[in-house]
């Protein structure tokens, strides 16, 4: 990778995940880490749609999933961690999102079209129906 994508890669662990950590732990009153895969990203142009495609739509699924007590119960009980990881091969039919172990994963085309990637809402009923 080079100096663009570590600057990238940079700014969303120091600002735009402290955001989302803070801005889960307000709306669940725990703490949620969040990791990467780094290595499935290839370019800039992937890197940069984490915010919006991964962390901004998992927050607004676990905000609103926090008006419900026994939602907001699951959630902290069941995920500790949010994993990213970014598919560059067949993106809009492997996309994939589990929760096991302790771990919510996102798998999604970052470099793809909006069908390689889950919506708000997708997100939140995945959540709903898996808690």
């Known amino acids: 990778m080079g100096l663009q994508e570590k600057k990238l ?4 662990e120091e600002e735009h995940v402290v955001e989302f950590k803070n801005d889960v732990k307000q709306a669940l009153a725990a703490d949620i880490d969040v990791s990467f895969d780094w290595d499935s ?3 800039a142009d992937e890197i940069k749609f984490v915010p919006t495609y991964a962390l901004h739509r998992v927050r607004s699924a676990f905000q609103t999933l926090a008006a419900d007590p026994d939602a907001k119960e699951e959630i902290i009980a ?3 961690t949010l994993h990213i990881k970014n598919l560059t091969d067949n993106a809009e039919e492997n996309k994939n999102m589990s929760i096991a172990d302790g771990v919510f994963s996102i798998e999604v085309g970052f470099g793809g079209n909006h069908n390689c990637v889950f919506n708000d809402l997708a997100i939140r009923e995945y959540l709903e129906n898996n808690l």
């Not at 890669?9 to 969303?12: A, Q, V």
């Open 9 to 12: 890669m940079r700014s969303i």
């Open 41 to 43: 990203f290839t370019s």
């Open 78 to 80: 069941q995920i500790k």
